[in-house]
Nanobody, 123 residues
Framework: VQLQASGGGLVQAGGSLRLSCAAS????????MGWFRQAPGKEREFVAS????????YYADSVKGRFTISRDNAKNTVYLQMNSLKPEDTAVYYC?????????????????WGQGTQVTVSS
């Protein structure tokens, strides 16, 4: 089972990026999915989560209104659209597949993790 995150890069403040997380080895169409991030010298933090059918989402306050999580179960892929990026959004972003069908901001409720993709926002 593998979660492959992609789409990271270097962007100026105010810009946008779209991250993708493609799953292989099994389907996660009945699992909640999430995005977390870890900045240098900081602990990993929750960013966004989505339930199994995409009807419910949950965001960290720091990204609410700027980031949008979505999923395409036919492609076994989850996305994170990031707009109005700020330098403080700089981090390695990880996607994860949850053990349940709902959304969650708790890392311990995620069983599978991707390798991460670097997002750097310059001021």
């Amino acid at each position: 089972v593998q979660l492959q995150a992609s789409g990271g890069g270097l962007v100026q403040a105010g810009g946008s990026l779209r991250l993708s997380c493609a799953a292989s080895g099994r389907t996660f169409s009945r699992n909640g999915m999430g995005w977390f991030r870890q900045a240098p010298g900081k602990e990993r933090e929750f960013v966004a989560s989505i339930n199994w059918n995409g009807f419910s989402t949950y965001y960290a306050d720091s990204v609410k209104g700027r980031f949008t999580i979505s999923r395409d179960n036919a492609k076994n892929t989850v996305y994170l659209q990031m707009n109005s990026l700020k330098p403080e959004d700089t981090a390695v972003y990880y996607c994860a597949a949850g053990s349940g069908s709902g959304y969650s901001n708790a890392a311990f409720e995620y069983d599978y993790w991707g390798q991460g993709t670097q997002v750097t926002v310059s001021s």
